[in-house]
């Protein structure tokens, strides 16, 4: 084996993993991975002047190549900054390699920051190199970890020494990764028997499908039953086709409004994660479903599947395989009254989807003249702007419905959307998908709040001149803090129309992003007019540079 040093070793790793970009922002501790960095041209190093532009680069560009994107920061005053948005990395599942640099170990008794234990909480896997050969096995099991599912970020710390050792070192990729385990034959026997015996079936789904690519085997499912497909909180890529007549929206579980559409339901086939750090209430619905309600749950995780919910068929396996056997069985066991009985249910939905597709159109029609400029208006504005193959960035946080009814995503790979809670997804992520993409147009629809969490993104999309449209939900406050302050106000003091003076959610003076933009070199523009919305939004994709419209909307509650 060649002798090398332990940061040519990183390098050499980078390689072997087809990694294109390395997002961060250095620090001294990074000086031997930056100096070895020299001798790899074909490695290109994104710099970002906030740690959270690069994690959201990272988050959305693993996400869109489906492989391990790599990060780096600096020691621990720049991970502590990156750790907000690592939050929604490992909550969502995204496939990154994060690392940083440590001092030398001989100067551990002086001053040490335990790096591996300050992201623990925040990752799948962390470990910290403190000599050359170790190097390549920890790279190798980072990367094997994060795109092993469960999916998630890793973290890796390498000492100063680690970096400049010698050692015999043999440089090979990661495994290939042949991750379908599929279901036990007993379980899809026994969720055939308990779907075929529901007279009131709902679909529940998780971004765990657009992991798996399931989204066709998802689709055969609902159809054969007949049953209302509904996607979790945080769902946030293309899971399953908003078009399709059985598609109904998002659910949130636990929230009183979910009861309604849960407590008829005699049998729910959820995939995926069912719930998140986004749940903050007291009083809370600790059982989701009704005890007759028999739950068949797919994941990939078994900590996720029968640990918190009364579970009649719990099944660890992919949802693209199991999904797959699961439609095979119920196809090949279905009676003639059983099918029937599924089609009359999809005949139902069909027509309610109809008269959903028209409440919307009413909503838009009623305004659409509205000043501030709508929700409704500025999304309705975009969809019928942008190209067709066009992807979409969504970190819009209170517009999200509004985006999703104006777009109806049917393609997988259509959008990325920040998940976990975090604000300051957007700017990077939007970025990141671009560089996954760079061949087709990406949009950012970012709310003000969380566009300036993250806002240095702007100097990062102007210095390389990445070409993306950020779309600027200007509403002056932080307006899901207060639909959130009304829904506590009405859950713990009973108000039905309750009121608040909403105390540090709005913004007095409200984000000039356009100006900011400018100032970043950037094209800016503020738009208070609707009708400019699909004229600048022709303008900026045909610049081939990063654009700013920064649209003053309606924000009460």
């Known amino acids: 084996m060649p002798v090398m040093t332990g940061k040519h070793a990183m390098m050499r790793m980078l390689e072997a993993e087809g990694v294109k970009y390395i997002f961060g922002n250095p620090g001294t501790s990074e000086s031997p991975m930056m100096d070895a960095l020299e001798d790899y041209p074909d490695l290109e190093y994104v710099l970002v002047t906030q740690e959270g532009v690069a994690v959201g680069m990272a988050d959305s560009y693993g996400r869109a190549t489906n492989k391990p994107s790599f990060l780096n920061l600096h020691i621990e005053t720049g991970l502590a900054n990156a750790i907000s948005l690592m939050h929604n990395a490992r909550e969502g599942g995204s496939p990154m390699v994060v690392t940083s640099g440590n001092k030398d170990i001989r100067e551990f008794a002086q001053e040490y920051t335990e790096l591996k234990e300050m992201v623990r909480l925040f990752t799948k896997w962390t470990s910290e190199a403190t000599y050359a050969d170790?190097?390549?096995?920890?790279?190798?099991?980072?990367?094997?970890?994060?795109?092993?599912?469960?999916?998630?970020?890793?973290?890796?710390?390498?000492?100063?020494?680690?970096?400049?050792?010698?050692?015999?070192?043999?440089?090979?990729?990661?495994?290939?990764?042949?991750?379908?385990?599929?279901?036990?034959?007993?379980?899809?026997?026994?969720?055939?028997?308990?779907?075929?015996?529901?007279?009131?079936?709902?679909?529940?789904?998780?971004?765990?499908?657009?992991?798996?690519?399931?989204?066709?085997?998802?689709?055969?499912?609902?159809?054969?039953?007949?049953?209302p497909v509904y996607s979790t909180i945080m769902n946030s890529e293309m899971n399953f086709p908003e078009t399709h007549p059985m598609w109904r929206g998002g659910i949130r579980l636990s929230y009183p409004e979910s009861e309604a559409t849960l407590k008829n339901a005699d049998a729910v086939l959820l995939v995926g994660k069912m719930a998140s750090g986004y749940y903050m209430f007291s009083k809370p619905r600790l059982s989701y479903f009704d005890n007759s309600t028999k739950l068949i749950h797919i994941d990939p995780d078994p900590t996720q599947v029968g640990t918190t919910q009364r579970t009649a068929v719990g099944i660890v396996a992919d949802p693209k395989v199991t999904l797959s056997q699961?439609?095979?069985?119920?196809?090949?066991?279905?009676?003639?009254?059983?099918?029937?009985?599924?089609?009359?249910?999809?005949?139902?939905?069909?027509?309610?989807?109809?008269?959903?597709?028209?409440?919307?159109?009413?909503?838009?029609?009623?305004?659409?003249?509205?000043?501030?400029?709508?929700?409704?208006?500025?999304?309705?504005?975009?969809?019928?702007?942008?190209?067709?193959?066009?992807?979409?960035?969504?970190?819009?946080?209170?517009?999200?419905?509004?985006?999703?009814?104006?777009?109806?995503?049917?393609?997988?790979?259509?959008?990325?959307?920040?998940?976990?809670?975090?604000?300051?997804?957007?700017?990077?992520?939007?970025?990141?998908?671009?560089?996954?993409?760079?061949?087709?147009?990406?949009?950012?629809?970012?709310?003000?709040?969380?566009?300036?969490?993250?806002?240095?993104?702007?100097?990062?999309?102007?210095?390389?001149?990445?070409?993306?449209?950020?779309?600027?939900?200007?509403?002056?406050?932080?307006?899901?803090?207060?639909?959130?302050?009304?829904?506590?106000?009405?859950?713990?003091?009973?108000?039905?129309?309750?009121?608040?003076?909403?105390?540090?959610?709005?913004?007095?003076?409200?984000?000039?992003?356009?100006?900011?933009?400018?100032?970043?070199?950037?094209?800016?523009?503020?738009?208070?007019?609707?009708?400019?919305i699909a004229p600048e939004i022709d303008k900026a994709l045909a610049s081939g540079k990063p654009a700013v419209l920064d649209v003053v909307i309606d924000g009460s509650v």
């Not at 009359?344 to 501030?372: F, T």
Request: hydrophobic letters at 40%.
């Open 326 to 532: 699961l439609a095979e069985s119920l196809d090949s066991s279905m009676s003639g009254s059983v099918r029937e009985t599924a089609k009359g249910r999809a005949a139902r939905l069909s027509q309610e989807k109809d008269s959903i597709n028209q409440s919307w159109q009413k909503l838009v029609k009623e305004h659409w003249n509205d000043s501030p400029i709508s929700r409704e208006r500025m999304t309705t504005e975009i969809a019928n702007a942008v190209p067709p193959d066009t992807i979409i960035a969504d970190d819009s946080v209170t517009a999200r419905d509004a985006v999703h009814n104006a777009f109806n995503f049917s393609e997988p790979g259509s959008i990325y959307a920040g998940r976990g809670g975090a604000l300051g997804w957007g700017m990077g992520g939007t970025l990141g998908v671009k560089l996954a993409h760079p061949d087709r147009p990406v949009v950012g629809i970012l709310g003000d709040g969380s566009a300036m969490m993250t806002v240095q993104g702007l100097w990062t999309a102007s210095v390389y001149n990445i070409p993306v449209v950020y779309v600027i939900c200007n509403n002056g406050a932080y307006r899901v803090l207060k639909l959130n302050m009304n829904a506590y106000k009405n859950l713990i003091h009973g108000d039905a129309q309750p009121t608040s003076q909403y105390i540090g959610m709005d913004f007095p003076r409200r984000f000039d992003i356009a100006s900011m933009a400018e100032a970043n070199g950037v094209y800016g523009r503020r738009i208070e007019d609707p009708a400019d």
């Open 134 to 227: 170790q190097v390549p096995f920890f790279m190798r099991r980072a990367f094997n970890e994060a795109k092993t599912p469960p999916t998630g970020p890793t973290y890796v710390s390498f000492t100063a020494n680690s970096m400049d050792g010698e050692a015999d070192i043999d440089i090979f990729p990661s495994a290939t990764g042949y991750n379908r385990i599929g279901p036990d034959v007993d379980a899809i026997d026994d969720a055939t028997r308990i779907l075929n015996e529901a007279s009131n079936p709902i679909m529940i789904v998780s971004d765990r499908i657009s992991q798996s690519g399931a989204q066709t085997q998802a689709v055969r499912v609902a159809e054969l039953l007949g049953c």
